[in-house]
C-alpha cells in the first residue's frame, strides 16, 4: 500500500511537468522514408523558418520593452563624483581674504529619486510598450499562419508537380508508340513522310513539355525545402480538405473580423498611438519626486572647508513654456492615432476583397476541376476510338494526334485545377486566422524564446580606440 501511494505521489508531481514539456516543443520531423503529412510540412516550417525566428526575436525586444517602461515606477540612485578647481565668495573667503583664489574641489552624492507623480507619463509609456508588444505578438501568430499556408501550398504544389511530370513521361511514351505506328505504316506505304516527321513534330514538343515539367518540379522540390528544411525527395502523403469547408465569403469575413492576427495587430497599434499621445499630454503638468541622500564636498586649501550634507527633500519640477513644442507633440500624436486608424480600415478593405476574391476562385477551381474531369473521359473515348479507326484507315494520324495532346492537356490542367481547390480552401482557413487551430497544430512553441544561433566572427567589431 505504501508503494502504491508513493508511486501515485510520484506520478501526481511528475504529470503537471510533463504536460507542459510536451507541448514546449514541436514534433521532430518524419525518419528517413516514412512519408511526410501535411502536419508534418506545417511543423517544418514553424520549426526552422527564418522570418519566424526574426519575428520571434523582435517579440524578445519589445518584452524588455516592457520591462524596462514599467521600471519607471521605481526608485533610482544615481552617484556623482566630481574634481576640479572652484572660486567661493562667502563670509567666510571673504574674512579671510581667500575669495578671489581658486583651491581645488572634490565631492561625491548619492541621491535616491522616487517618482510620486509624472502626470501619468510612465503609465503612458507602458501602455505603450505593451500595446506594441501586443501587436507583435500577433504579427508572429499571422507570420506562422502565412507560413504555413506557404508550406502547404508548396506540399500541394510539389504532389501537382509529380503527377504532371508523370502524366509528361507517358505523354512522350504515347507519342513515341504513335512514331512507332507511323514509321511501320510508312514502310508498308499506308502512310507517307510527311506523316512520319508531323509525329516526330509531336513528339518534340513532347518531349519539350517533360524538360518543362522536370524544370518546374525541381523549382517546386527547391520551394519546399526552402519552407520546410526538410529534403523533398520523399513520399508526400496526399492533402485532404480542410476541416472547416465555408459555404460563402461572408461566414469567412465574421470569422476574419473576429480572429485574424494582423487585424487584431492593427487594433493594438491604434491603442499604443493613443498610449503616445497621452504621454505627449503628460508634459503639461509638473511632476513630483521624493529625493534622498548624502552629499560631501572638500574645497581645499589651508582651512578646514568640507560640507556634508544628508538631504531629504520633496521636489517639484514644473516646465511653463516650451516655445510651442509640447503642443506640436500632442497634435502629431493625435495624427498618428487618425493614422493607424486608417491603416487598419484599409487592411478590413483589403481583407474582405482577399476573402471574395479566394472564395470566386475556389468555386471557379471547383467547376474547371468538374469540366475537366469530363473532358478526360471524353479524350480517352475519342483516342480509343481514333486509334482504332487509325488503323482501318478511316481517321488521318493528325487525329491521333490532336486526341493525345488534347487528354494530355486536360489531365494536366484538371491536376492543376486540383490543387487550387486545395489552395482555396486552406486560404480561406489562414484569411479567418483559425488554420493552425484547425489542424490541431502545436503553437505552444510560439510563446517561448527562440533559440540562439551560434556568433558569425564577422559581427564582432575589430579592437581599437578608434575602429
Known amino acids: 500500500m505504501k508503494r502504491l501511494f508513493l508511486f501515485l505521489s510520484v506520478l501526481i508531481l511528475l504529470f503537471p511537468i510533463a504536460v507542459p514539456a510536451a507541448e514546449a516543443a514541436y514534433p521532430p520531423p518524419p525518419p528517413p522514408g516514412q512519408p511526410i503529412t501535411v502536419e508534418d510540412t506545417v511543423y517544418g516550417v514553424l520549426r526552422t523558418h527564418r522570418s519566424l525566428r526574426g519575428m520571434l526575436e523582435n517579440r524578445q525586444v519589445l518584452e524588455h520593452e516592457v520591462d524596462r517602461a514599467k521600471a519607471g515606477f521605481g526608485p533610482r540612485v ?5 574634481a576640479g578647481g572652484s572660486i567661493l565668495s562667502d563670509s567666510t573667503t571673504r574674512g579671510q581674504n581667500l575669495d578671489e583664489q581658486m583651491w581645488g574641489l572634490a565631492g561625491v552624492s548619492a541621491k535616491l529619486v522616487q517618482p510620486i507623480w509624472d502626470g501619468f507619463a510612465t503609465r503612458s509609456r507602458v501602455r505603450s ?39 509528361s513521361e507517358k505523354n512522350v511514351a504515347q507519342h513515341k508508340a504513335i512514331l512507332g505506328q507511323a514509321q511501320d505504316r510508312a514502310n508498308m506505304g499506308a502512310d507517307t513522310a510527311a506523316d512520319v516527321s508531323q509525329a516526330q513534330s509531336r513528339l518534340q514538343r513532347a518531349l519539350s513539355s517533360l524538360s518543362e515539367a522536370r524544370a518546374s518540379l525541381l523549382v517546386a522540390e527547391e520551394t519546399y525545402t526552402r519552407l520546410t528544411g526538410m529534403p ?19 461566414p469567412v469575413f465574421e470569422l476574419a473580423e473576429k480572429n485574424n492576427p494582423k487585424l487584431a495587430a492593427y487594433m493594438q497599434d491604434i491603442r499604443a498611438a493613443r498610449a503616445e499621445r497621452e504621454l505627449a499630454d503628460s ?41 510651442g513644442a509640447d503642443l506640436a507633440e500632442r497634435k502629431a500624436a493625435s495624427a498618428r492615432i487618425r493614422q493607424s486608424r486608417q491603416v487598419m480600415y484599409n487592411y478590413a478593405d483589403d481583407l474582405k476583397l482577399d476573402i471574395e476574391s479566394t472564395w470566386t476562385n475556389y468555386q471557379a477551381a471547383q467547376e474547371q476541376y468538374k469540366h475537366y474531369s469530363k473532358a478526360i473521359e471524353y479524350n480517352k473515348y475519342t483516342r480509343t476510338a481514333y486509334l482504332e479507326q487509325f488503323q482501318i484507315g478511316r481517321r488521318s494520324l493528325l487525329d491521333v494526334l490532336d486526341t493525345e495532346n488534347e487528354l494530355y492537356n486536360s489531365s494536366t490542367q484538371a491536376e492543376t485545377a486540383r490543387g487550387n481547390i486545395l489552395v482555396g480552401a486552406y486560404r480561406l482557413c489562414a484569411l479567418t486566422g483559425n488554420l493552425l487551430p484547425q489542424m490541431s497544430v502545436n503553437t505552444g512553441p510560439l510563446g517561448q524564446k527562440p533559440p540562439e544561433d551560434r556568433e558569425d566572427p564577422r559581427e564582432v567589431f575589430a579592437p581599437g580606440w578608434f575602429k
Do not use: C
Not at 130 to 157: C, E, P
Not at 283 to 312: C, K, Q
Open 283 to 323: 508634459a503639461f503638468y509638473p511632476t513630483f519626486n521624493l529625493e534622498a541622500g548624502p552629499d560631501y564636498t572638500d574645497r581645499g586649501g589651508s582651512s578646514d572647508r568640507w560640507i556634508y550634507s544628508f538631504d531629504v527633500l520633496g521636489t517639484v519640477r514644473w516646465n511653463i513654456f516650451n516655445s
Open 129 to 167: 510598450a505593451q500595446s506594441t508588444l501586443d501587436s507583435v505578438k500577433s504579427r508572429v501568430f499571422d507570420t506562422a499562419t502565412s507560413l504555413s499556408l506557404d508550406g502547404i501550398i508548396a506540399h500541394i504544389d510539389l504532389l501537382r508537380r509529380r503527377t504532371i511530370y508523370e502524366l
Open 232 to 250: 523533398a525527395i520523399g513520399k508526400l502523403t496526399p492533402v485532404t480538405m480542410p476541416p472547416e469547408i465555408f459555404k460563402g465569403p461572408e
Open 78 to 82: 544615481d552617484v556623482t563624483g566630481r
